[in-house]
């Protein structure tokens, strides 16, 4: 094994005397002057982008800035990507943003920036995914914005963006996600809208939003979710039409000053949620059974009379039925639970306080996972004669939160590093290092998480191609809206580490939403992906004779800052540098490229297999570098030929 290993190092280290001269390849000049604005726009406390005041963004591996692997027509390397999450940044977005014209993810999530988005992003017409949420931006949407032919997604909630969404939005054909929630927009949703032929998700709720619900909308082809929650639609009501989104998964309009009756939502065959609650609807509940796949009813605080039809019963996956805060009468159901397989820690809550309803169908005995809520009924003045007191007492159902159950029977796992048991492992009492990621479900399609957690596991572990053992949804707990937050740790595949390339993959995972949508879990947000031990500027001491660990400043100078000028070929693996160290010596440095980053621990085993390699046709190794996101190996300059023509 060893003999094929050192074999493999040599093959290696051929090809790196083998590297072919290059001409200078760089970062298209007018990208790196508009890199530079953008720096010079924003206050980074941190020093997050302290890189990009030294050498070429995109042969200098500039942080937070993604390249193409190859040069375009142009001759020249591109943007393609700025990553720019939660790096405590503040400041403004520049103009000059516009001139990267080849980008494709423009990611300024949880942040601290303000000002307006600039118009000339309408310029980057190879946009996919614009994401702006978290931070402090203000003004307008730019119409501009409405003419990027490829824009999947615009995510720009939780800012304080004003005015009105502007019709060109209705151009973007191919956008599928509208996150827009958690702002200050006003006006009329534009009725042009429905001529988007991709659109999957529509959250614009918490803005302030006012006219009429467009009946339009019921056009859209592949709409999934509706979600307009505390809006000012006075006077409006819902359009009878919304009943034929025969694609609708969820339809929440709470709190939205609507009027009028409760729509039929019977046709719609794949209807997961629905929230109508805290409006002025009034009539009676429409006696049309809801999907199958119901999991949350909510119709409470409205002015709706009449009795509670018999379609509610034997829904399979309903979990909330609120019918709390009306004028309904008649009898309590007592077989709404029927057909319901409660395992798995499965439960229903049936909230009907503070109605008129006056009588029993039949006498109720629920099982024991069922919440019944009838306080502020007449029918509670005879509690004690119908022994229902239990269900006459005044309380508000919380759904809690969860956590993992970290418990385990093992010795505790070495602390020289920050190694945690992977509780799942099918290697018992396993120890490794996980990588972390806040992660929130925006519109999810339930109202009870614990029954689908390992539902949930699947999914993402599948989308993220791991194994199911390798995630943990460490906590998780509900907040305002509603919306699911979550802990979750990701731990390698029955080994202790993740290696470069694998961390830089489940990064791009989140960050680039390439794991797909599910019907019932809705769209997801990255909240933050952090590294942890990961992102160290030193992994794993290393400590061998005769080779020195070099720091990435004492090359970046011996090289002018991996210039041009120092370049002196590439291969597969990299380039290859002729630099001066501090002591006059001259060496040649081998940069790995991005896709070729190892583990600290391959890194260290090749490093350790090629100290021991000596021959006169060989070039010595003299040391190496592994800090932040660099992996270079430091070796003996020959400046009289390769090792073919020493072998020729």
Known sequence: MLRSRIFYICSIIFTFCLVQQTDAQITAPWEVDALKAVKGS???PQGRLNSWNRGDPCMGNWSHVLCYNATASDGYFHVLELQLLKLNLSGTLAPELGRLSHMQIMDFMWNNISGSIPKEVGNITSLKLLLLNGNQLNGSLPEEIGFL?????????????????????????????????????????????????????????????SGYLPPELSKLPKLLIIQL??????????????????????????????????????????????????????GPIPSARPSSNITTIDLSHNLLNGSIPTNFSGLPNLQRLSLDNNNLDGSVPSDVWQNIDFSGNRSLTLDFQNNSLTNLSNPLSPPANVTILLFGNPICTSQNQLNITQYCQTM????????ANNSTICPPCSTDLPYEYILMSPIPCLCAIPLY????????????????????QQYLSSGLSLSLYQL???????????????????FPNNTAYFNT???????????????GDSDIFGPYELLNFNPGWYNKSKRIPMKIDGVKDFSFEELSHGTNDFSDSALVGQGGYGKVYRGILADGTIVAIKRAQQGSLQGSKEFFTEIELLSRLHHRNLVSLLGYCDEEDEQMLVYEFMPNGTLRDHLS
């Open 42 to 44: 924003l206050i980074d």
């Open 149 to 209: 032919p490829n824009l999947d997604r615009i995510q720009i909630d939780q800012n304080h963006i004003s005015g009105p969404i502007p019709k060109s939005f209705a151009n973007l054909n191919k956008t599928k996600h509208f996150h827009m929630n958690n702002n200050s927009l006003s006006g009329q949703i534009p009725p042009e809208l429905s001529r988007l032929p991709s659109l999957v998700h529509l959250l614009l709720d918490n803005n302030n939003l």
């Open 229 to 282: 929650d505390n809006n000012n639609f006075s006077g409006s009501s819902i359009p009878s039409s919304y009943g034929n989104i025969t694609t609708l998964l969820k339809l929440s309009l709470r709190n939205c000053s609507l009027e009028g009756p409760v729509p039929d939502v019977g046709g719609i065959p794949q209807l997961g949620y629905l929230d109508l609650s805290w409006n002025q609807l009034r």
């Open 396 to 403: 508000t159902v919380v759904v809690p939160g969860g956590s």
């Open 437 to 456: 990621v806040d992660y929130r479900l925006k519109s999810p399609g339930f109202w009870d998480f614990v029954p689908y957690e390992g539902q949930f």
């Open 472 to 490: 943990e949804v460490s906590t998780f707990m509900w907040e305002e809206g509603p919306r699911l937050k979550m802990y979750l740790k990701l």
């Open 501 to 515: 390339s694998e961390v830089s993959r489940l990064r791009g995972m989140f960050t680039g939403w390439l794991i």
